[in-house]
Structure formats: structure tokens, C-alpha cells
DNA sequence: TTATAACATTTGTCTGACAAATAGACTTCA
DNA sequence: TGAAGTCTATTTGTCAGACAAATGTTATAA
């Protein structure tokens, strides 16, 4: 393993070791967590999975066939596709039909880290004002951050960003599109990967929210000049202001979504 | 749908629509998205996820049986045998065999937004230090929110992982687990779902890696003494300086950590 | 009462078959 | 020539049936 750090298994315990010495005959005490024993079809997508994160089957090439696969590992095919589906819903593969079909190799993006979280956050109930709360709290941080680290190319992504909500200002869906984008760029601008996938997972529940309930034409015109001062505070690697400023902005935001 | 917002579909289209109209005749050129088919196991997974988010089956009772199942979907076992991997690649069942055996439905908990995360930093060859930057950064701030939101029985939790980190100096082991404790009762007197999970999910990398490479003696007393400022700091509802603890120790651990 | 054995239930795996999608080669016809 | 349709081979998607393995439950024997 090249990294820094192991992925967790999933194959971990999550019962505690129980003792198993309840009798009263002298025998021994000694406490062993439960043994998992693996699944066949989670081991072939532990292998597989090993195979696509070390590089060994770069981004946009294909597994070798279900057919080859099955004859190489030694497992059913009805193994072998459940371990595919693991790997599909982890977003490591994709699949298609046909001749030159297969499972495709992606390297997963924020939008499976989205997923998760809104699935917990879905089950939990939580409001959406937390997660307004959370980004309230989170792009701040990363505007301070990215006054101080953003490169030329990426103001230059932030000005094509503003000119894109500028020229949509009539249409809603492109507009939050454009709102978004001004958004992602500055994550990206914190050089920091976690920072940027947090921020950018929260950024599209809220902006998935958002297209739905719409924005009035008012919010937008307000929300371009917003970003235009944002903008101009990374310029100057006023990292103070520029916090502040996306704090101001994302609070009338929140007004203007939820009344 | 009870909740505020809505699940993202796994469906949603990845392509770009393509411009099919190359035809040099008077076609028509409506841009249509690639119509996606969904396989019958991905129906079944949304059918039974859905029966597990609206709370229709509650945590801890089993799915009815694999046969059952198949009766009432009306798809054969392999179908619903890989739905069901899906569903428990995303935490959301476990399955045992044997009579009383079967799909548990569980709430998923932050172990698989880490595992999301973990996968994603691996794949990008993210460094620890960028890891343990974002919780630099991420930390103080919850600090700051929790001195104003914190419980008494929060509290108590604290106190009590201040304990076991005291009780346990001699086991790195055991003293990490309470180190986490201790962070986790922070996370959870913000109040706050999302930086919870976040702040969680960071917190077990780097808690993982911690056992793994381990501490010195020295740093576990010093840890505790500045757990033990952190505390004093949330229990007179100084959220500035608790932050500023917070860093502090951080900072501390990180080169102590890095060495 | 306690240890053992038989049983029933449920998941895990394998095999073989056919249906559906699709890229590429081939054919047809203007 | 070229544009359209047709055929074919490949690959995934689904189905049906069978047996193995794990594991509570119950009956049986010491």
C-alpha cells in the first residue's frame, strides 16, 4: 500500500466479543472477538477493489469480462455479480450491455460522499436548516483558506463563474448551476481534498434544494453582487474579509430560501 | 416524502446529452438526455431502501425472507440478492443465515460516510497532513459552537472520557479510544448533524491511524491536561477559548504525531 | 439437569439456460 | 458512393433449480 492510511473493512466486528465462559467448570477465560467468516462474493469485490484502487485498472478502462473473471477466480457468476454490485454501489464501476461492454473503472466523485451523507442525514430527519447551518459555519473557513492559496487559473474559474450567473440570470435552473460552480471553486482554491469534498457535498444537497423551490429574480441580482465582492476580497488575498463577506451572502440566502 | 429534501437518485445521468441531430435534413434537434434503463435489481434496491428510510421496517427487525421476497417482488433469487448487496454496501442491512436469520435493517451511522471519505483520499493519494489540517480547522470551530449549545448530560460525557483517558495512560490502545471519546462528545454538543458526522469521520482516520503508529507516554499526559483545559473551557461557556485550546492541542498532536 | 443429536429454516454458492442490448461487419438499394 | 437497414457475435441481465453451510429449536439420551 503506497498511502498513508488503510481503508477501513467492513468486515470489522461490530458485536462485542462476548465471554463465552459461563460455565462454572475451571475453563478457560480467554475472550475472542467473534470470528466474521467472509463471503465468497465479498472477498472477489475486496480483490477487484484492490485492483482498481493501486491503479492496476486505470480510470475509463474496463474489468475484463464477467465470463474471464468468473474463469480466472474461480466463482460463480452469480458470486462474481454480487460482488459488482458492490463495487457499483461504492462507485468504483460502472456497467454497460453489448460488444465492448463491461464494468468501466471510474474513480468515484463527491456525489457518492453526497449520497452517503444525505442518506444519514435523510434518516435522522434532520432539518434543512442544519444543513444551512453547517455551510454557514464551513465556507467561511474555506474562503479565509483559499485568500491565501488560490492560483491565477483559479480566480480566472471564479470570473467564468460570475460571468455564467450573470448571463443566466433568467433562467433558474442555469443560474443555480452557475451559483454552484462560483461555489466548488473556491473549495477547490483551499488545496485542501477534504475541505473540498465536504463543503462541495454540502453545497449540492443545498443546491439541489434550491432548484427545486426556485429563487426569485430579486435573490439572483443580489446574489451576483455577493459573489462579485467575494470575488474581488481573494483578489486582493483578503482572507478576513472574504470570510466574511461569504458569511453575509449565505445568510441573506438563507432568508430568501426559507421564507 | 416526510422529510425536507430528497434522496439523490443513483440514475441520474452521467453523459453529457448529445447533439444528435448531424443529419444534414430539416430534423428536429430537441436535446433529450440519455434515457437511462434501470435493471430490475436497482428497482428493488429503491423499493426495499425506501421501505427502510420512511421507517416502514424500523432498526433491528428483519426484512421478510429472501423467499418471501421473491414471492412478493415477483423477480427471481440472483435479482434480489444483488439488490440486497447493494443495500447493505450502504450500511443500511446486515444478513446472517440460519433460522431467525435474514436482512437486519440498521441505521447507518458514520462509518460508511468515513469509508466514502477514506475511499475518495485514497484514490486521490490525499496525505495525512492534509487530513489532519481540515481537522485543525474543523475542530475549534465545533468547539466554539458547542460552549454555547452544550448539555449538562454532555458534559458528563466529557467528564467521563476525560476519565478513561486517565485511567487508561498505560494503554495506547484503550487511551486513543478514549482520546476519540472525548472529540466525539465535542462533535455531538454542537448540535449539529452534519458537522458531527464530518468531524467524526475525520476524527476515526486520524484515531486509526493514531493506534496504528502510536504515543509516547509524554504525549498521552499531555494530552490529558489539555483535554482537561478544553473542559474547563466548555463548562464556563467560553467558546473562544475553547477553540483556541482545542487548536492548541491539535497542533501539539500533530507534531507529535508526525515525528 | 445437562449434553447430544436430529431437524427445520435461512442464506451462500453453483450450474445452465435464455433474453436484451449493442458494436461492428455486411448487404441492399437508390 | 453512401445511406439505410440487416445480420451476427459479444456481453450483461434475468431466471429456475439444486445443493451446501450456518444456526436456532426441539427432541432425546445420559
Redesign the interface.
Known amino acids: 500500500m ?7 473493512k ?1 468486515n470489522q466486528t ?1 458485536v462485542p466479543a462476548e465471554d463465552a465462559s459461563t460455565s462454572k467448570k475451571g475453563r478457560s477465560t480467554v475472550k475472542l472477538d467473534t470470528l466474521k467468516v467472509p463471503r465468497a ?1 465479498e472477498l472477489v469485490a475486496e480483490r477487484l477493489r484492490e485492483l482498481i ?1 493501486s491503479g492496476s485498472v486505470p480510470e475509463g478502462e474496463n474489468l475484463p469480462s464477467e465470463k474471464e473473471l468468473v474463469m480466472q477466480l474461480g466463482v460463480s457468476r ?1 458470486t462474481l ?3 459488482l ?2 463495487l ?5 464501476i ?1 456497467t454497460k450491455t453489448g460488444p465492448k461492454g463491461g464494468a468501466t473503472v471510474h ?22 436548516q ?2 444551512l ?2 455551510r454557514r ?2 465556507e467561511p ?1 474555506c474562503a479565509n ?1 483559499a485568500a491565501e492559496r488560490i492560483t491565477p487559473a483559479e480566480l480566472e474559474e471564479l470570473r467564468a463563474a460570475l460571468q455564467m450567473m450573470k448571463e443566466n440570470l433568467a433562467d433558474t435552473r442555469m443560474y443555480v448551476e452557475a451559483q454552484l460552480r462560483f461555489h466548488l471553486a473556491i473549495f477547490a482554491a483551499t488545496h ?4 473540498r ?2 463543503t462541495t457535498s ?1 453545497g ?2 443545498i443546491t ?2 434550491t432548484a ?1 423551490v426556485g429563487l426569485s429574480e430579486a435573490a439572483r441580482k443580489t446574489g451576483v453582487k455577493a459573489c462579485e465582492g467575494i470575488l474581488v476580497a481573494l483578489e486582493n488575498r483578503d482572507g478576513g474579509l472574504a470570510a466574511r463577506r461569504v458569511e453575509a451572502h449565505l445568510r441573506a440566502f438563507e432568508t430568501l430560501l426559507l421564507k
Chains 1, 2 share one sequence.
Do not use: C, D
Open positions: 503506497t498511502n498513508e492510511f488503510a481503508l477501513p467492513y461490530a462474493s484502487v452469480a455479480r454480487e460482488a454490485r458492490m457499483e454501489t461504492e462507485g468504483l460502472t474513480h468515484p466523485n463527491s456525489s457518492n460522499l453526497t449520497r452517503s451523507l444525505a442518506l444519514l442525514l435523510q434518516l435522522e430527519k434532520t432539518p434543512l442544519t444543513i447551518e453547517a459555519l464551513l473557513l483558506l485542501n481534498e477534504v475541505l469534498l465536504y454540502v449540492e444537497l439541489a434544494q427545486r
